[in-house]
């Protein structure tokens, strides 16, 4: 017995004087040393550091705790998240701050689990990298609210709208600036279907012919049909208007402009176009010279006849419900 109290006191006195406590080691290297008694192999004894587990109700009582204080909270049902433990809302480890316990992982707030706000401005400088991203979502991203919207759903991007139904849809105007003025016959050009939809112009359609003495008969064709700015036509023809599908030609402006040569008594020129609706004011006393009108409703005819009218222009414009004479004609 003498000599376990000899083994003991000798013990305490090595721990005095080095102030280290090494558990499985005989030469601590810190305050306390801890080491697994199987640090390496497959044994199945358990090897670790067991905090102290308490419930939140065990830690909300506590008093006089000194600061770094570590516990395992369990169950998080007891007590109020109140005090000194407001912030003990799921189980886990906390440390004692002086005021609160605190949780020892916070969660680490990003774009991928967390909104939040820029508190300064931001540059991402990618030099040779790329930046991806990848989505199934109608709305997949956006830029304040509507104003631009990618549905990668679709493979569609809207601006102005959160349902784009075209690759790109523009729900209000669109500008384009600093381009070519190039009107070769080898450049298409883009123009407006009566839906909005913004369809490429077949390249060399910028102007079409329209033969002498011939009729052209657009009665029911449709918008892609009439694709010219404007027709030239040679010396007398006879042009009906399209009607059967007049609202698709909503907003379009047809020009007819004639270039075929003088009237003369044995070959006059005479250019006749139907379905027609006179403007108030273009007509009567104001008709200009060698214009003539007949009918009513959609269904007038504007001719153009006389010496000298080489060089002239007709042009009708069309508001969805008929063809109307244009007053500058």
Not at 50 to 61: E, F
Not at 157 to 180: D, M, N, W, Y
Not at 215 to 234: E, L
Not at 272 to 301: D, E, H, K, M, Q
Request: proline share 4%; charged share 10%; glycine share 8%.
């Amino acid at each position: 017995m003498k000599g376990k109290i000899l083994f003991v006191a000798a013990a305490f006195l090595s721990i005095a004087a080095h102030s280290q406590v090494g558990i499985n080691t005989p030469s601590p290297t810190a305050t306390l040393d801890l080491v697994a008694k199987s640090p390496t192999g497959t044994s199945t004894s358990v090897d670790g550091l067991l905090i102290p587990r308490v419930d939140r109700q065990r830690a909300q009582s506590m008093t006089a705790i000194p600061i770094s204080t570590l516990v395992y909270i369990n169950n998080v049902t007891t007590g109020t998240q109140t005090g000194t433990a407001v912030n003990m809302d799921t189980v886990g480890y906390y440390y004692y701050n002086s005021t609160v316990w605190a949780k020892l992982n916070v969660p680490v707030n990003n774009i991928y689990n967390t909104d939040g706000t820029l508190t300064a401005n931001r540059t991402v400088n990618q030099t040779d990298k790329t930046l991806a991203f990848t989505a199934t979502a109608v709305n997949a991203f956006s830029v304040d609210g509507n104003t631009l919207s990618v549905d990668a759903a679709n493979n569609r991007l809207g601006i102005g709208t959160f349902a784009p139904t075209a690759q790109l849809h523009v729900e209000g105007t669109a500008r384009i600036t600093s381009t070519s003025t190039s009107r070769n016959a080898s450049n298409a050009s883009l123009v407006k279907d009566p839906i909005g939809n913004v369809l490429a112009k077949a390249p060399g359609y910028i102007s079409e012919n329209i033969n002498m003495n011939s009729t052209v008969n657009w009665q029911d064709v449709n918008p892609v049909d009439v694709s010219a700015d404007i027709y030239y036509v040679d010396k007398s023809a006879t042009i009906i208007l399209p009607r059967t599908n007049i609202a698709k030609f909503s907003d379009r402006v047809l020009r007819f402009y004639i270039y075929g040569g003088v009237h003369t008594s044995t070959q006059p020129v005479t250019v006749t176009v139907r379905n027609v609706i006179a403007l108030p004011g273009a007509l009567g006393s104001n008709l200009p010279s060698g214009f003539s009108y007949s009918g009513s409703g959609n269904s007038g005819t504007l001719g153009l006849s006389g010496l000298n009218v080489q060089y002239r222009i007709i042009q009708v414009f069309c508001d969805g419900v008929g063809w109307w004479v244009d007053n500058k004609n």
